[in-house]
T-cell receptor, first 115, second 117 residues
């Protein structure tokens, strides 16, 4: 069983829908991350949470809204998305926020298609 | 500016061939870390290796080896005697030690490796 679990694996939504992505880590880590993976682009860091507090928001549009109710769970709430938001959304965790020399543990991602 | 370039978008080899995945990085820091991650078809990125900028020794782990050369800002990854299970997208990444930038793990665009039987 992977240490980081993401649901759903696939999501198709219309531009007016509201949906949420869920991530759960079973590793006892203190930091969690949302990344966006688009075709032929580097992974983009979207949000960072450390001990349930958001510490980074990389100029992500407000139609993406993260939530971290506790150190094991991370959500990404989606509303009024655009077709260009279609991508693989990856959740990751690390022991601490400072990832200079720490490795990340990733979930399998949610493949999102916006119609 | 920090940047990671993986010029090879896709590589196809036949099983048992050796293959090298290239990674070139740019950074102004003297202290930094380099990573390789593997993303199999299941989607999750799996950590392979981490090296710091002060350790230029090459590393070998089974069929995997890494060649770190600061003079050319490269951190190349070689798979010896490739196997079908090596088929995946491989990402090189850079992390700098500057305190205000430690959340940013800069990824390359990835190299898709296909190993055919």
């Amino acid at each position: 069983e992977t240490g980081v679990t993401q649901t759903p694996r696939h999501l198709v939504m219309g531009m007016t829908n509201k949906k949420s992505l869920k991530c759960e880590q079973h590793l006892g880590h203190n930091a969690m991350y949302w990344y966006k993976q688009s075709a032929k682009k580097p992974l983009e860091l979207m949000f960072v949470y450390s001990l349930e507090e958001r510490v980074e928001n990389n100029s992500v549009p407000s139609r993406f809204s993260p939530e971290c109710p506790n150190s094991s769970h991370l959500f990404l709430h989606l509303h009024t998305l655009q077709p260009e938001d279609s991508a693989l959304y990856l959740c990751a965790s690390s022991q601490e926020r400072q990832i200079v020399n720490e490795k990340l543990f990733f979930g399998s991602g949610t493949q999102l298609s916006v119609l | 500016a920090q940047k990671v370039t993986q010029a090879q978008t896709e590589i196809s080899v036949v099983e048992k061939e050796d293959v090298t995945l290239d990674c070139v990085y740019e950074t102004r820091d003297t202290t930094y870390y380099l990573f390789w991650y593997k993303q199999p078809p299941s989607g999750e990125l799996v950590f392979l290796i981490r090296r710091n900028s002060f350790d230029e020794q090459n590393e070998i782990s089974g069929r995997y080896s890494w060649n770190f050369q600061k003079s050319t800002s490269s951190f190349n990854f070689t798979i010896t005697a490739s196997q079908v299970v090596d088929s995946a997208v491989y990402f090189c990444a850079l992390s700098e030690a500057r305190s205000y930038n430690t959340d940013k793990l800069i990824f390359g665009t990835g190299t898709r490796l296909q190993v055919f039987p």
